[in-house]
């Protein structure tokens, strides 16, 4: 994912309860390279993995061009996250859905909490179908 395109409004982010700190942390990530190999999971649930994954595949839509190498990183990320081919569908169209809303697809404008609430959402509405249809936990 181009570097250059990835820029996380502070205020966006103290919205989703980060700290000023942690802003500065991720802005300061996002101007190098990083091993997406490397992604600690111990601490993340689904729903955090669908997230960071749909936030990715959004970003890598919003210079309009979706470059190869960005859908490469996309699925390497996916891949380091351990997301299923599946999900990662549903998490992208979740992600696209989101983008279409007149609130527009731009950083400032687009709802984080909104894609974090829809994911979890449909997560839940996905597990509770499972179990309704006989499936174990």
Same mark, same amino acid.
């Given at each position: 994912? !181009? ?11 103290? #919205?989703?309860?980060? @700290?000023?700190?942690?802003?500065? #942390?991720? +802005?300061?990530? %996002?101007? %190098? ?7 600690? /999971? @111990?601490?993340?649930?689904? =729903?955090? /993995?669908?997230?960071?994954? =749909? ?5 890598? /839509?919003?210079?309009?061009? &979706? ?7 996309? +699925?390497?990320?996916?891949? =380091?996250? /351990?997301? *299923?081919?599946? *999900?990662?569908?549903? !998490?992208? &169209? ?18 984080? *909490? ?18 309704? #249809?006989?499936?174990?936990?």
């Amino acid at each position: 994912i !181009a570097t250059d395109a990835i820029s996380v409004p502070p205020a966006t982010a103290v #919205e989703e309860g980060l @700290s000023m700190e942690e802003v500065e #942390e991720i +802005d300061a990530a %996002t101007k %190098t390279a990083t091993d997406i190999g490397k992604i600690d /999971r @111990s601490n993340m649930s689904k =729903a955090d /993995r669908l997230f960071v994954y =749909a936030v990715a595949a959004w970003m890598t /839509r919003l210079d309009g061009v &979706e470059a190869d190498e960005e859908k490469a990183a996309l +699925d390497r990320l996916g891949t =380091a996250l /351990r997301i *299923p081919d599946r *999900p990662r569908v549903h !998490a992208d &169209e979740i992600a696209r859905e989101i983008a279409a809303l007149p609130e527009g697809d731009r950083p400032h404008r687009y709802d984080l *909490p909104g894609l974090r609430k829809t994911l979890a959402d449909r997560l839940q509405a996905a597990h509770e179908a499972r179990l309704a #249809e006989g499936e174990p936990e």
